[in-house]
């Protein structure tokens, strides 16, 4: 049994119990946990798992289920419905957790084994059934040995001390798969990377051939099949609709192969098949949807990755040299300073008493040397937010090394430097020097409140601890500080979803950032949380009125 550390509707980490196979039997899960299932037909299981997870969470959900009520639930459908194997591995439950609150069936447990029996070499058997035998049993001694499987976390070293930082790196993987994907904001952000590059020279033929050879789809083609696989597919029943029957010949037969095709893969635990390719066929017109968040995610981050690594690392510049990955990245940083600055501006251009600089506007000339003062500053009279915009991304690698030399690559200094850290503390500490140039109004008044903010990109920033990593580092950098006249508030972290979500309110209510800001590392916590536990303890819901104009064209 192992200490998880799920995010409940606060966001903040709580210590519940991942059960698996030793907790239960009281001896090691067999070293071959597919051996278990290997007899079992395998679009049948896959078909069970994928059911689960759905019905963890469906499409209507904002979370994911995870009620004492729905654990039990589902260990009487895991235990075949048979009364005296619940009964038994209800005891065996009760005996091992003392009453609290744990965990069988999870979304990271889904992931991994759909993951796994995927890449297995499992067959189909023509006839099969669950109910036959104790193929319930073993199915469910198959899950119970994957949870053992993904709460492993790798032993510090011994001169390694054990805090935050440090326990971090371990529990990414698991904690970055309990966050939420917003279906609207986040295909609408991929639709507008799109657009974007469709308007840069170096890959304006080249996203549109993408589509053509891979989809056989133009762009708005396929963001319109996006939004209609995840809201349009209606069973009967609502714990069916991940599965898809296609009629013959229809249109979107290519785009449904291509999302299911298998991507082969031995690294399991970095999904790399499921978020390549988010369905599974079971046959010439049947489809099943293995996770609907990671769906939506082939709009944005992943079609990140496979834009540029399954097609552009082999195409050329106009001068005939390789596209590179640096060449890459530039374009998608470009893009994401773009969509951040129309967020900003149309939350507060209405506003006369904010004052709003973003990018170009912060660099000014100092002995004839060009000078960054920051990406964003927002001020509202003595109140400042001055942030670093980073579209920085961590890799595979070092995401899942669950080691935090690895995640650091060896160079914590430089790690935190790339997301900007360094440049915000700089900026800080020249503030009275250089922003007199840009806000002329700004001497009218004595003391400064800056509230400095990182906006990000990268989703794994959004786990538990990272915040209060990062305003550690932060607050190391800010050591000997000592003006008077500036007050300095603790880092906040703002993934692009949190902007998204606060923009309907700030455009009414522009005062309230400031409000939100600080409430997130004001509470009585040991850390500072993930900024989205202080919108939903605020209750700040998406308003999706300028998203759906655009929308809207789709149907057209």
């Known amino acids: 049994m192992k200490t998880s550390k799920p995010l ?126 104790n193929n319930w049993d073993l199915l469910l001694q198959y899950l119970l040995s994957v949870n053992d499987e993904i709460t492993k976390i790798k032993d510090n070293d011994e001169n390694e001390p054990i805090d935050f930082e440090t326990l971090n790196p371990k529990l990414i993987p ?128 992943q079609f990140i990755n496979d834009f540029y690594f399954d097609f552009l690392r082999n195409k050329q510049l106009s001068n005939g040299s390789p596209f590179t990955m640096q060449d890459y990245k530039a374009i998608i940083g470009y893009f994401f300073e773009d969509y951040i600055e129309k967020n900003l501006r149309y939350s507060f251009n209405d506003h006369r008493n904010f004052v709003l600089r973003t990018f170009d506007q912060l660099k000014i000339k100092i002995d004839k040397k060009l000078i960054e003062c920051g990406d964003v500053y927002l001020r509202n009279h003595n109140r400042i937010m001055l942030a670093e915009v980073k579209s920085t991304s961590i890799y595979d690698k070092e995401k899942y090394s669950g080691n935090i030399s690895e995640l650091y690559k060896s160079n914590r200094a430089k790690f935190f430097k790339d997301f900007g850290i360094d440049q915000l503390v700089n900026n800080i500490k020249s503030f009275k020097r250089n922003f007199t140039d840009i806000d002329v109004n700004i001497i009218e008044h004595q003391t400064l409140r800056i509230w400095p903010v990182i906006i990000f990109n990268e989703r794994s920033l959004q786990t538990p601890f990272m915040a209060h990593i990062f305003n550690k580092r932060f607050s190391e950098l800010m050591n000997g500080y000592d003006d008077k006249s500036n007050y300095v508030y603790p880092l906040t972290l703002l993934h692009v979803s949190d902007l998204e979500n606060m923009e309907h309110i700030l455009k009414s209510r522009p005062g309230k950032l400031f409000e939100l800001l600080t409430y997130n590392f004001s509470q009585k916590y040991k850390i500072i949380p993930p900024f989205y536990n202080t919108l939903n303890r605020h209750d700040i819901r998406p308003n999706y009125t300028r998203v759906m104009k655009k929308a809207r064209l789709l149907f057209e």
């Open 174 to 301: 698991i904690s970055e798969l309990l966050l939420y994907v917003d279906p609207f904001f986040t295909v609408h952000r991929g639709w507008e990377l799109m657009d974007f590059l469709t308007r840069q020279s170096k890959t304006k033929g080249y996203i549109l051939e993408y589509f053509k050879s891979t989809y056989n789809l133009t762009i708005k083609e396929f963001i319109h099949e996006l939004h209609r696989m995840w809201i349009a597919n209606n069973n009967k029943s609502a714990d069916l609709d991940f599965y898809y029957t296609l009629r013959e010949n229809e249109k979107y037969v290519a785009f449904f192969n291509k999302f299911s095709e298998k991507f082969e893969t031995t690294d399991t635990f970095k999904l790399l098949n499921i978020r390549k390719n988010p369905f599974f066929k079971r046959d010439k017109n049947n489809f099943m949807l293995l996770d609907i968040s990671i769906l939506l995610e082939k709009a944005y981050q």
């Open 8 to 133: 409940p509707a606060n966001g903040l980490p709580t210590s519940n119990f991942i059960v698996g196979y030793k907790d239960i039997f009281r001896r090691p899960a067999p070293s071959d946990r597919l051996s278990l299932i290997s007899k079992m037909s395998k679009d049948i299981i896959i078909g069970e798992i994928a059911a689960l997870n759905y019905r963890l969470k469906p499409k209507k959900s904002k979370t994911i289920d995870i009620n004492f009520s729905t654990q039990r639930r589902e260990l009487f459908n895991f235990c075949g419905r048979d009364q005296n194997m619940f009964n038994d591995y209800g005891r065996a439950l009760d005996n091992v957790t003392g009453g609290k609150k744990s965990f069988i069936f999870t979304r990271q447990t889904c992931l991994f084994a759909l993951e796994e029996i995927i890449q297995s070499n499992m067959s189909n058997v023509d006839g099969f059934r669950l109910s036959n035998e």
